[in-house]
């Protein structure tokens, strides 16, 4: 099940479909997955767009780190944005926090006390980041109906709570255990903790994931090891990305604030394939095209879809206006 087995699979879709050429949008991970149909069957790719991409690296710790990097710094802009944010219905948001000190003031608090749900179910530093984490995901209307919904839950309001305790109950972020299937097999057997380690202390922690003070025990907390329980783990790993066959550029977009998969990696990508065209976003959020972000990004990627029309080398585009 690993990622370039599932390319595989989409070159027998086009077979069965009896299509010459795989046209082909894919977000986050699904960008890892036309970076390699693209490598492997070069002369079948098509028009393919990679929206919101990694590097052929995605799979190691410190790509782990950086994108966990890139959510707290996220989550932190979202935090002191919340003063001039709005419900979906113009109302102003009743906000959790409205500053860096106050995020971690209320994390801080619901570590030491989590607040209780029914059925005894907590909501502590944990369950905060991981709905906090789900909001980035949501265009910024219904950021602030979350916000809004977290603000009065803190305050003291159960109904807010219960709602609030819904939203994680139904997954998040997170990945599930087929993703993770498909995902191990092209992370490697054995990781590279001291370059890991050497990456934290050039980078930094951010005080929202524990920092500044690096310790073993804030280390070992971003050192996933579960996939390495695996037999097949290891055994997928593609160490880099090569589309300098293909017939039509590939389309890579990539959003300068996002927080799943930090832009400077999608740029890595366009140049590592090869033959590749890079438009960015200047915003936030993950998931640039078809996803009420920017209408530039929109048109762009559907004049490549359907008339093969690459957007200039360079190009920008910038969010609607709300």
Known sequence: MGT???ARDMELLRVLAGDQRLDYLG???????????????????????????????WGTLIH?????????????????SCGDARTSEGQKVTCPFSSEKELLDVQKKLGEEPLKGSDDQEFGAAELDSYLTSLLYEPAAYQGDGLDLLGKAVKGDKEALEQVLATIADGGASVGTAGQLAACPSTPKTPDVEAFVEHVEQVGVPAYMG?????????????????????????DIMTA??????????????ITGD???????????????????????EGMGHGASYSDRSTCVDDLTTAYLVK???????????PNQD
């Not at 950086?66 to 932190?76: E, F, Y």
């Not at 927080?259 to 976003?281: C, D, I, N, R, V």
């Not at 093969?308 to 910038?318: N, V």
Request: hydrophobic letters at 40%.
């Open 259 to 281: 927080h799943a998969t930090p832009y400077q990696y999608g740029k890595e990508l366009a140049s590592e394939l090869g033959k590749a065209t890079l438009l960015t976003l």
């Open 308 to 318: 093969g029309e690459l957007p200039q080398e360079g190009s920008t585009c910038q």
């Open 211 to 235: 920092g500044p003070e690096i310790s073993d025990e804030l280390l070992a907390s971003y050192t996933d090891f579960s996939c390495a329980v695996l037999p097949a783990t290891g055994t």
């Open 27 to 57: 977000y986050s991970y699904g960008t890892m997955l036309g970076a390699t149909y693209a490598t492997i069957f070069p002369d079948k790719a098509g028009r393919m767009v990679l929206d919101s991409a990694e590097n052929a690296q």
């Open 241 to 254: 990305f090569d589309a300098s066959a293909v017939e039509t550029n590939l389309l890579v977009i990539g």
């Open 64 to 80: 782990q780190f950086d994108q966990s990097v890139a959510v707290a710094k996220a989550i932190v802009a979202m935090a002191e």
């Open 4 to 6: 370039s087995q599932v």
